[in-house]
């Protein structure tokens, strides 16, 4: 099946930093991204959609400045948390659909904590 | 599976046994379903799906049943092994939410040796 890669895996930051999550997919070319989030013993709540080589969109409540989604290629999204505090501490997850697929494959996630 | 907040709602099943998931989705306008298997520390993982012009498909141990009617899903894990012990979520396309995943609440699996 398609394969979706994160990196990193587990990042600590101090609050007040910002962090980058890179999203690939390494096998098929990903036209549509997503990024989740998931707060423990809790299902996965979608953040943004983003296609490539336009603006992300992002669900009710997102802050987009906060959270900068690039999509610059096809099989590459980044999500930056700008700013990081102790409440954006959780498990951020992204998947990736070929165009006209309806299949979403889901990358293994990052484990954010911010101190 | 129901979204149960903090708290997910845990099936204990004996290893051989067989495990049925359930779970009750609000859109009508859903034609499309998903159920991802997730381990701890890990992403979703696809197991199977089913469109909603079929009620019943069957893959490798595991069968998803769905009921338009009273839209209703189900997930049947056929001799639940203990590398089947893990959160089960379904998901649907609501064609209303612009072709996005919307996941349900999850269901935990403990399979008990």
């Known amino acids: 099946g398609a394969v979706v890669s994160q990196h990193p895996s587990r990042v600590i930051c101090k609050s007040g930093t910002s962090v980058k999550i890179e999203c690939r997919s390494l096998d098929f070319q990903a036209t549509t991204m997503f990024w989740y989030r998931q707060f423990p013993k809790q299902s996965l709540m979608l953040m943004a959609t983003s296609n490539e080589g336009s603006k992300a969109t992002y669900e009710q409540g997102v802050e987009k400045d906060k959270f900068l989604i690039n999509h610059a290629s096809l099989t590459l999204s980044t999500l930056t948390v700008t700013s990081a505090h102790p409440e954006d501490s959780s498990f951020y997850i992204c998947s990736a659909r070929t165009s006209g697929g309806d299949t979403q494959y889901f990358g293994p996630g990052t484990r954010l904590t911010v101190l | 599976g129901e979204s149960v907040g903090l708290h997910l709602p845990t099936l204990s099943v004996q290893e051989g046994d067989n495990s049925i998931i359930n779970c009750a989705y609000s859109?009508?306008?859903?034609?499309?379903f998903i159920w991802y298997k997730q381990e701890s520390g890990k992403g979703p993982q696809f197991i199977i799906d089913?469109?909603?012009?079929?009620d019943k498909r069957q893959g490798q141990r595991v069968t998803v049943l769905l009921n338009k009617t009273v839209k209703h899903l189900s997930l049947q894990i056929a001799a639940t092994q203990p590398g089947d012990s893990a959160v089960y979520f379904c998901?649907?396309?609501?064609?209303?939410?612009?072709?996005?995943?919307?996941f349900g609440g999850g269901t935990r699996v403990l399979v008990k040796p």
């Open positions: 859109n009508s306008a859903s034609d499309y």
């Open positions: 998901a649907e396309y609501p064609r209303a939410a612009g072709n996005k995943l919307t």
């Open positions: 089913i469109r909603s012009n079929m």
